[in-house]
């Protein structure tokens, strides 16, 4: 079981930057892919970014094609904590932020199966 918990959310002017914080509680998070989801109203939830567990070789990631270039996604496997730094922020940007955990896969969000409860991110032109 895994409990996540986001924060950072805010306000924010077009062309600026928040960094949103998931924080994981249970067991092997270490084990975890972990992703970024965001759904803003009237839409979809859309796979922002995800990072696979760390292996000798590194983490993989992925980013989706409207972020890459902008936003960042890294953990903290002693802190038990993801991170997703967002940097020039547009307008379209805003949505509710979903932090969720897979321990199968990377880019599917039937993959996930463990969903924070989400923080808003609204971007003003």
């Known amino acids: 079981q895994v409990q996540l918990v986001e924060s950072g959310g805010g306000l924010v002017q077009a062309g600026g930057s928040l960094r949103l914080c998931c924080a994981a509680?249970?067991?092997?998070?270490?084990?975890?892919?972990m992703g970024w989801f965001r759904q803003a109203p009237g839409k979809v939830r859309e796979l922002v970014t995800a990072?696979?567990?760390?292996?000798?070789?590194?983490?993989?990631?992925y980013y989706a094609d409207s972020v890459k270039g902008r936003f960042t996604i890294s953990r903290d496997n002693a802190k038990n904590t993801v991170y997703l730094q967002m940097n020039s922020l547009k307008p379209e940007d805003t949505a509710v932020y979903y932090c969720?955990?897979?321990?199968?896969?990377?880019?599917?969000?039937?993959?996930?199966?463990?969903w924070g409860q989400g923080t808003q991110v609204t971007v003003s032109s």
């Open positions: 969720a955990a897979s321990r199968y896969g990377l880019t599917q969000e039937y993959e996930y199966g463990y």
């Open positions: 509680s249970g067991r092997n998070f270490s084990s975890f892919s």
């Open positions: 990072i696979t567990s760390i292996t000798w070789s590194g983490a993989n990631t």
